[in-house]
């Protein structure tokens, strides 16, 4: 269940999250669970975020930075992804279905039973774990 308190404050805009953020780095944010539908977390700063089981159906992720984030469960149906940073992010079994992954660092991210029908990977960068 996500912490409320980390919902709230990053409802307030990326601005105010990426601040927040930035002052309190020992933080792991907890926004399992969360309802995050359409929202635009553009360049959000979201770092080792727990965002397993999240619904980000529609959000607007582009260049945020979800590094070693972990997304497993999570529904990003139609999210964009545009640049964005998955490096060593954990996406099992989450669902990208539609989502926009153009440009995006996948870098040592698992997608182990992620879905990706129609999902657009257009220059994205994937180099698996060797």
């Known amino acids: ?20 953020r930035a002052a309190h780095p020992e933080i792991r944010p907890d926004l399992s669970g969360a309802y995050l539908t359409g929202v635009d977390l553009t360049e959000a700063d979201l770092i080792k975020a727990d965002l397993r089981g999240a619904d980000l159906t529609q959000a607007g992720l582009h260049a945020a930075d979800l590094s070693e984030a972990d997304l497993e469960e999570a529904d990003l149906t139609r ?52």
């Open 1 to 20: 269940m996500a912490n409320q308190s980390h919902v709230h404050m990053l409802r307030q805009g990326v601005s105010v999250w990426n601040k927040w």
């Open 79 to 130: 999210a964009t992804l545009i640049k964005a940073d998955l490096t060593q992010a954990e996406v099992n079994e989450a669902d990208l279905s539609g989502a926009n992954l153009t440009k995006a660092n996948l870098t040592n991210t698992s997608l182990r039973g992620a879905k990706l029908v129609k999902a657009d990977l257009s220059e994205a960068t994937y180099i698996g774990p060797t």
